[in-house]
Every structure is written in C-alpha cells, then in structure tokens.
C-alpha cells in the first residue's frame, strides 16, 4: 500500500509519462517554461496539483481532530425604544446597568435563549441563563395606581406630591406591614424592565414583600410597575448618578452630574419622576461621584422631601440625610455572582438582622441572584426571621 502511495506522488511530482510507440515532443515547452511568468504559473499549479493528489491518495490530515457542528438562527429584532429622549441612550449606557444579559429577548413571546445550569450548594438546580426554577408566588395585591391625590401633571407624566390632606406617596404605595416580634430583614432587587423575562421571573418568583426596583429608561415601565404591584411588590424608580470614571461609564442622557445645578438636577428629576407612578421611593445607579456634591445632593434631597418620596441607597450615601424617608443597605448581597457567593452574602445579612435587630440588602436582577433569594426567602420564617418590605427600614429625618 505504501509503496503504491509513493509511486503516484511520483506520478503527481511530475515524471514523464511512458508507452509503447508514443512520441512526444517537449522541446517547444521547455523553451515556453523559460519563461519567468509561465515558470511561476506553472510551478503554482503543480504544488496545487501534488497537493490534491496528496489528499486524495492519503486523506485529509485534519480527519481526526475533534470538531463541532452550531446550529445558528437570526434572533427576531428587539423593537426600538419610543423616541422620548432614549434614542439619545447609548448602548453603552445600557450596558452600564448590566441588566442586558446578552441574551437577546423576543418582544413578542418575552422568551430569550442561552441557559446555563448551576449548582446551589444544597444541590438544587439554578438556571443562569433566562429560566429561573423557583416556583411561582400567589398573588397579594396592592391598591392599583395612581392614588386619587397623590399626583400632578409634570412636563413628562405624572410627578408625584403630598395629598392636601397629608398623605404621602413614600407611605400610599408602600407595602403594608406588621412586624411579629421576630428580626426583620428585607431585599430589593433592582435592575428591572429591561430584560423582559428576567423580569417577569423576579414579579412572579420572589416573595410580595421583597421590593422591587426598576430602571427609568424602560421601555413600558408603568405596564411593569402595574404588574409588580398586582403580584403585591412595592416599587422604586432607580436614579442614574454620576460615577467614577463618567462618560466611560454612563448610566444615560438624565444622569445627574456632580457639577449640576440646582436647575439642572430639578430638569432631569422631572424627566424621571414622571416616567411613571404608584412607586414609594427611589434608589441610585451608581452615584459615588454625584454623591460628592454637596450643592447636587441637597438639590435632589429636597425635592424627594418636598414630594414626599423617600430615598433608599446602596450603602454609598449613608451619611446623606434628606428625602422624605431614609434608609441605606447594609450590604450587596451579589457582588461576586455565583450561587454559593449571593448565598454566603444571603447569611451574613441574616446574622447581621439577627444581631442588630434588622438589616436591609441590595441585589441586581441576574438570575442567580433571583434564584439564590427565592429559595433563602422561603425558610426565613423558619430560621426565625421576619421578611419585610423595604419599605419598613425606612425612617423620617429627625426621629
């Protein structure tokens, strides 16, 4: 066999054909091949040549290396944001929330693809990708929105204010509560609107009394809030502030910045504030640079107090009094995104409620995160914890 391969290399390489009585004349092609250009061409198509043959007698050389066949499919194109000052949000300003997962979402059918298994460390199944395992939560509904009073026609929507007869939208669309005598602890999970089936997950999956908050860019942001509040969950508007290292990282065209004006920071409030109604209070996007103003933070302070809203924090501006209520987080419960991480996060906030009486976290829509707090929420009871809207962390300045 080996013999046999050698010899029609041989052939390929260029030895002279033979035969009885044949009489060939090579003289008018050599004097052609001495040409430089017919030269090159000619030596080209013989490596070609010899190449083939090569393959054809010994085989493909790469026969036997692993390979893999993908299946692609053209995704159905998301439909573009309503021309309401959003077309100016750049990609990179989405990306900055980090709700976008890369998993690209029909409008139609709200499905997305990509799941990725993983592994709670009691062995329970977390889906990272669009699907999220948890069971679904029964339905404890609050009073739709708006409540009679409570509102005013703004530049953009419906600005929220204090009632004339005193009430407030900080304590009208909070979830009611009442403590059992046992610690207390309570989780907001933000990021939400922008990846339809994440956040449908979170509305449905998660417990009534854990607070939901939502991105102002979000396309169809009362229809979330409407649903969130239907399913029982108090809501929050999320405030882009400035960070470290702006523009790189730009949380979009209403950011407050650390050099804004009081007029400025009253402008683009009234952009947010009116993207939609029936929230109690309002968090921040980043923020540690604006939060360094102190002409910027007092500006948008006042304005929360002024309309009765009440200001929850990461964590950054626990020192900041003002709004119309107050509470800062004292933790990040998914900093590090892997299950045993947000679990590890979930128990210090429990020991940290069990020592101090209560304790508030923060968490971003991943669905680990989603999964991960599911599960913790549902044996708090158990471990002689109260659940409580975040909501009821909140207290007035002065008191």
């Not at 939901?212 to 108090?234: C, D, K, M, T």
């Amino acid at each position: 066999m080996f013999a046999k391969r050698q010899s029609a290399l041989a052939a390929a390489a260029g030895a002279p054909p033979t035969g009885r009585g044949l009489k060939l004349d090579f003289k008018p092609v050599g004097a052609l091949l001495k040409k430089p250009p017919v030269a090159v061409g000619a030596a080209g198509l013989l490596l070609l040549g010899t190449v083939a043959l090569f393959l054809t007698v010994l085989g493909d050389p790469r026969a036997g290396t692993p390979s893999a066949r993908v299946a692609l499919k053209r995704e159905a194109p998301v439909a573009p944001l309503a021309p309401s000052g959003l077309e100016a949000f750049s990609m990179g300003g989405f990306g900055a929330w980090q709700g976008l997962s890369g998993a690209p979402v029909d409008p139609a059918t709200g499905a997305a693809g990509g799941d990725a298994l993983i592994t709670l460390p009691d062995g329970a199944s977390v889906a990272g990708g669009s699907a999220i395992a948890a069971p679904p939560q029964p339905a404890q509904p609050l009073v739709a929105a708006p409540i009679a009073g409570l509102s005013q026609p703004g530049p953009q929507g419906l600005l929220p204010v204090i009632a004339s007869d005193g009430r407030v939208p900080a304590q009208a669309y909070a979830r009611p509560f009442r403590p059992n005598g046992k610690p207390t602890v309570a989780l907001i999970v933000g990021g939400l609107g922008l990846n339809a089936v994440t956040t449908r997950a979170a509305i449905e999956r998660l417990p009534a009394d854990v607070t939901l908050s939502f991105v102002p860019y979000a396309e169809g942001l009362q229809g979330w809030i409407n649903l969130a509040r239907a399913q029982g969950h108090e809501v929050m508007i999320e405030i882009p502030m400035e960070p470290t290292g702006y523009p790189n990282t730009d949380p979009g065209p209403y950011t407050l910045l650390n050099n804004a004006t009081p007029d400025d920071v009253q402008a683009k409030m009234a952009w947010l504030l009116g993207r939609a109604t029936g929230y109690f209070g309002v968090t921040n996007y980043l923020g540690d640079r604006f939060m360094t103003s102190d002409t910027g933070m007092s500006a948008f302070l006042g304005i929360l107090r002024q309309r009765g809203i009440a200001f929850l924090d990461d964590g950054s501006a626990r020192r900041r009094p003002g709004a119309w209520a107050r509470a800062s987080a004292d933790s990040i419960i998914d900093e590090t995104q892997t299950p045993a991480a947000i679990i590890g996060a979930l128990n210090m906030l429990e020991a940290t409620a069990k020592s101090r009486g209560a304790a508030l976290g923060t968490g971003f829509a991943y669905p680990v995160t989603v999964e991960a707090a599911a599960r913790w929420t549902a044996g708090l009871d158990a471990r002689g914890l109260q659940l409580a809207p975040a909501s009821a962390m909140t207290q007035r300045p002065g008191r």
